[in-house]
């Protein structure tokens, strides 16, 4: 298949969903590795699915952090930085 006609049909597609040029065939890739990523699926098939021959193209280029897999990595910390500061509070009371 030859990119032009690719071309030509996503810009049909858009028309008739009325988008627009709003989006371009390339965001679509960006968007397929991000959402995988946000929904846990590992660099290394990533890079499998978008056919990148180095991870790092696909770590550096493709995958851009959402903000709610910022979020949610901060608070995966909630848990343990509880579980440090109660620790400490319990060994400074004993050491009382």
């Not at 968007?31 to 990533?46: P, R, V």
């Not at 995958?63 to 979020?71: F, I, N, P, S, Y």
């Not at 343990?80 to 009382?96: F, I, M, N, V, Y």
Request: proline share 2%; hydrophobic share 30%.
């Amino acid at each position: 298949m030859e990119p032009r006609n690719v071309n030509r049909s996503w810009d049909t597609l858009c028309k008739r969903t009325q988008i627009g040029r709003l989006v371009r065939i390339h965001d679509l890739r960006h968007a397929c590795g991000s959402f995988l990523f946000a929904e846990g699926t590992d660099i290394k098939t990533i890079q499998g699915v978008l056919r990148h021959t180095r991870q790092a193209i696909t770590s550096d280029s493709y995958v851009h952090l959402l903000e709610e897999v910022k979020r949610g990595a901060a608070e995966s910390m909630a848990g343990p930085l509880s579980d440090l500061t109660t620790r400490r509070t319990k060994q400074g009371k004993e050491a009382s």
